[in-house]
Structures are given as structure tokens and as C-alpha cells.
């Protein structure tokens, strides 16, 4: 069980191009979703918190107008990363959670290549 | 805000000898903390959790025991196994910030057959 399923796994666009990358909780309905980016040999940095009919909670620094995000049901967030630039290539992963006090289950990520 | 910092940040083993993973967080209103393995190209996954009601959990080969009072808690695998090479993460989650994961640096983890 728990299940997260993120498509696509790979990408490579133009500069300039907006990509868009989806997560799925595919046997649990996700109160709670979240976005990570992780660069080579780093943690995950949190980029945002969505709740399933709400706006997304951006952390410090993160341009909510770059990378926006939506969580229109209980299972499904995405995130489109609007006019892309080689300095957002990265590898982005989602996470999602049940009720609260329940633990994170992640997607295997999205390798984002900005050329 | 929570601060968790992860040692050792590489760690070789030779296969059927134990791994331990150390990880100390900041914040007291910390409750939960998970472990999650992540392997190369793919996302976390959660191994083995630990709540701040009780101070050990083992499953098979995987356990974590957690110091409240000194605020550290770490990760020991016994009888590794060269499948066990993952990059280890720990993370904590304060109760009063909506199950928020604030995680550590990793721990590459090499297994020698």
C-alpha cells in the first residue's frame, strides 16, 4: 500500500519551455502533498506544501509564480515549472501523506533537464 | 526551526558487519521521526519510523532508537547485505507545523561484498 506514482520520470525541454510534472497517491486519498527539489549528493529541500483544495504554502526563497503548483483532488498535486531555465534543472520529487501523524511516501522523482 | 544533522556522511561496511547512522535534531516539539532509503534515480522510501512515546523499534534487521532527553536518534542494520548500498536520510517532524519533514543531510552507505 501507499502508493506514489510521478510521471513523468524524465524530461528534457528548451529554455523557455514550462513543464508540467504530476504526482499520484494511487491507493490512498492525499490530505496533504509535498514538492521537494534535490540536488547531486544533497537532501531534499522543501519547496512547498499543498492541501487538497487550498493554496499551495510556498518556503522562503521558492517563486510561487515559477513553480506553481495545484491539488485539485485527494489524489492528484502537480507542478509546472514555467519558463524553464538551465538553472532549474534538478531532480524533483513529491511526497504525500494520509491524515495527519501519518508518515510522507514518496514519488521516485522527476530528472528535469533544462537545455 | 528544526535543524537535523546526519553523521557520518559516508559510511563502508563489509557485508554481515552493522551499519549505524546518527541523527540529532533541535526542536523539542519534534514527535515523529522516519527513516527512508533512497536508492540511485528513485524518490525516498520509508524503511522504519519512530514515534517520541517510545524509545526503540525494531523490524527484522532494521531498528532505531531514540534519546528524547539528549535529542538524538539513529539508525542500526545488522547482517548488511550488499543491497542495503542506498543513500539514508533521517528526518524529524515537529507536532506544530503540520507534519513538516525537516531532513538530514544522508548517509551513502556502502556495503563490500
Known amino acids: 500500500g501507499a502508493v506514489v506514482s510521478q510521471h513523468p520520470s524524465w524530461v528534457i525541454c528548451k529554455s523557455g519551455t514550462s513543464v508540467k510534472i504530476e504526482c499520484r497517491s494511487l491507493?490512498?486519498?492525499?490530505?496533504?502533498m509535498f514538492w521537494y527539489r534535490q540536488f547531486p549528493k544533497q537532501s531534499l529541500m522543501l519547496m512547498a506544501t499543498?492541501?487538497?483544495?487550498?493554496?499551495?504554502?510556498?518556503e522562503q526563497g521558492v517563486e510561487k509564480d515559477k513553480f506553481l503548483i495545484n491539488h485539485a483532488s485527494l489524489t492528484l498535486s502537480t507542478l509546472t515549472v514555467t519558463s524553464a531555465h538551465p538553472e532549474d534543472s534538478s531532480f524533483y520529487i513529491c511526497?504525500?501523506?494520509?491524515?495527519?501523524?501519518?508518515?510522507?511516501?514518496f514519488g521516485d522523482g522527476t530528472r528535469l533537464s533544462i537545455l | 526551526g528544526e535543524n537535523v544533522e546526519q553523521h557520518p556522511s559516508t559510511l563502508s561496511v563489509q557485508e554481515g558487519d552493522s551499519a549505524v547512522i546518527k541523527c540529532t535534531y533541535s526542536?523539542?516539539?519534534?514527535?515523529?521521526f522516519p527513516w527512508y532509503k533512497q536508492e540511485l534515480g528513485k524518490g525516498p522510501q520509508l524503511i522504519i519510523d519512530?514515534?517520541?512515546?517510545?524509545g526503540e523499534k525494531k523490524d527484522q534487521r532494521i531498528a532505531v532508537t531514540l534519546n528524547k532527553t539528549a535529542k538524538h536518534f539513529s539508525l542500526h542494520i545488522t547482517e548488511t547485505q550488499p543491497e542495503d548500498s542506498a543513500v539514508y536520510f533521517c528526518?524529524?517532524?515537529?507536532?506544530?507545523?503540520?507534519?513538516?519533514?525537516?531532513f538530514g543531510t544522508g548517509t551513502s552507505l556502502t556495503v563490500i561484498p
Open positions: 511526497s504525500a501523506r494520509g491524515q495527519a501523524n501519518q508518515p510522507q511516501h
Open positions: 491507493d490512498f486519498q492525499a490530505t496533504t
Open positions: 499543498s492541501n487538497e483544495g487550498s493554496k499551495a504554502t510556498y
Open positions: 526542536d523539542s516539539a519534534s514527535n515523529y
Open positions: 519512530i514515534r517520541s512515546n517510545v
Open positions: 528526518a524529524a517532524s515537529p507536532r506544530n507545523t503540520g507534519n513538516q519533514f525537516y
